[in-house]
């Protein structure tokens, strides 16, 4: 299976499955979608509730990866498990840092 990530010019578009309302923020690896994509599986805290989980899991990922907030971004899943997150910075330094999580 690929990497949940694809490369841009700028950083990287990270594929996330994101579970809400967890005992804990955690990574907790590789989901499989039905067509075979993967995504990187996401536990946060927060609620799904007024935006509280997208805000908690761009912090987190944000924290867990070195980044400051503003470089990740949510870009597509606002309302759903299933989300596209954008990672500002050298796509190279990303991709070396997420594959520890990612086995």
């Known amino acids: 299976m690929d990497g949940p990530w694809d490369q841009l010019a700028d950083g990287l578009r990270l594929r996330v499955r994101a579970q809400p309302g967890a005992k804990a923020d955690r990574i907790d ?15 946060v805290r927060a609620p799904a509730q ?3 989980a997208n ?3 761009t912090a987190f990922l944000a924290k867990r990866w070195g980044l400051k907030k503003a470089d ?5 899943g606002q309302t759903g498990r299933d ?19 990612c086995e």
Do not use: F, I
Request: proline content about 4%.
């Open 55 to 57: 805000t908690a899991l």
């Open 72 to 76: 990740v971004t949510l870009t597509a």
């Open 83 to 101: 989300k596209t997150v954008h990672l500002r910075g050298d796509p190279a330094e990303l991709a070396a840092r997420l594959a520890a999580d």
């Open 50 to 52: 007024d935006g509280k």
């Open 29 to 43: 690896g590789l989901h499989a979608h039905a067509d075979g994509r993967p995504a990187l599986k996401v536990r």
